[in-house]
């Protein structure tokens, strides 16, 4: 994944936390588990040797 997609993801992330599909805590704590796993990917991406 590129730095792009990620920032693209968060982005739609946003909007559906603003429209309100997050409401429930479970699915908030998930889809903020997942995009944090995926910055973490791009992080070892870029930075190999951190």
Same mark, same amino acid.
């Given at each position: 994944m590129? *730095?792009?997609l990620l920032f693209l993801q968060i982005e739609i992330f946003f909007g559906?936390?603003?429209d309100?599909?997050?409401d429930e805590p479970l699915? %908030? *704590?998930m *889809? %903020?588990?997942f995009l944090a796993n995926q910055a973490? @990917?791009?992080v @070892?991406?870029?930075y190999p040797n951190l």
């Open positions: 590129n *730095a792009k559906r936390l603003q309100g599909e997050y699915l %908030l *704590a *889809a %903020l588990e973490w @990917d791009e @070892d991406r870029i």
